[in-house]
């Protein structure tokens, strides 16, 4: 589904472009991937059924961000902003639980929430949590790799616009192993910088965004805090 509001008009709602094939190397003939960087877990595969409590609370949500947000909407299904970027392959990048982004990656379930700073104007804070499940592991772990990978190449764009506005991405963070991080600066209707983080664990992507006029990493600090509590599960 699209946003029920133009991205960056109400506060910027940004996240990483079209899905790549990861690079291979070929041994006599056959093509086989290389080995992951991501170290193993051993947590158990999530059932859709986790994922309702696994998303932060409210209450949890204003602690992180300093302020009190009103949830603006909830879905269970993938978004489609791909017609607000100027370039498509960075698409995940920008804006989280993207349809395009996700299609043929093998996920299965997704909840996503968009929240604002209450009582605000419409370009004031903006804080996003989202949570994708894939089939199995190893599949969720190919998935991170990939955005990663296509993360550190949009980061040295210099001309992308999303929503008439410009989309200036510094380099990406890598938080932990498991978890990584962009900022942006971003002009038009929102003026400030917007967070986004993506981290993985078991069989479940997180993608957490936050967009404000002043720099915060809000974004990861929930990223983390959902892949802490999937790990206890």
Not at 108 to 115: H, I, T, Y
Not at 132 to 138: E, H, V, Y
Not at 197 to 218: F, P, R, T, Y
């Given at each position: 589904m699209r946003r029920p509001v133009s991205a960056?008009?109400?506060?910027?709602?940004?996240?990483?472009?079209?899905?790549?094939s990861g690079c291979t190397n070929t041994v006599h003939g056959a093509a086989v991937k290389p080995a992951s960087v991501?170290?193993?877990?051993?947590?158990?595969?999530?059932?859709?059924?986790?994922?309702?409590?696994?998303?932060?609370?409210?209450?949890?949500l204003n602690a992180i961000a300093g302020m009190e947000l009103a949830s603006f909407y909830t879905t269970d299904e993938m978004n489609d902003n791909a017609h607000l970027v100027s370039d498509i392959d960075c698409l995940g990048a920008i804006y989280p639980g993207e349809d395009a982004v996700y299609d043929g990656s093998g996920w299965?379930?997704?909840?996503?929430?968009?929240?604002l700073e209450a009582g605000g104007e419409a370009d004031s804070h903006l804080v996003e949590q989202?949570?994708?499940?894939?089939?199995?592991?190893?599949?969720?772990?190919?998935?991170?790799e990939t955005s990663r990978e296509k993360w550190r190449e949009c980061e040295q764009a210099t001309d992308i616009e999303v929503d008439e506005g410009a989309w200036l991405p510094a380099q990406v963070a890598d938080v932990d192993e498991r978890t990584i991080a962009l900022k942006a600066q971003v002009g038009g209707t929102l003026e400030g910088t917007c967070q986004?983080?993506?981290?993985?664990?078991?069989?479940?992507?997180?993608?957490?965004?936050?967009?404000?006029?002043?720099?915060?990493?809000?974004?990861q600090k929930l990223t983390s805090r959902i892949l802490e509590q999937?790990?206890?599960r």
């Open positions: 960056f008009a109400a506060c910027a709602v940004i996240a990483v472009g079209a899905l790549i991501v170290p193993a877990d051993d947590v158990p595969p999530l059932k859709e059924s986790a994922l309702d409590d696994l998303m932060l609370s409210n209450s949890e299965s379930a997704v909840r996503d929430e968009l929240l989202t949570l994708i499940l894939f089939d199995s592991p190893d599949e969720a772990v190919e998935f991170f986004h983080a993506m981290g993985v664990v078991s069989n479940l992507i997180v993608e957490g965004l936050s967009c404000d006029a002043d720099d915060n990493d809000d974004a999937a790990a206890e």
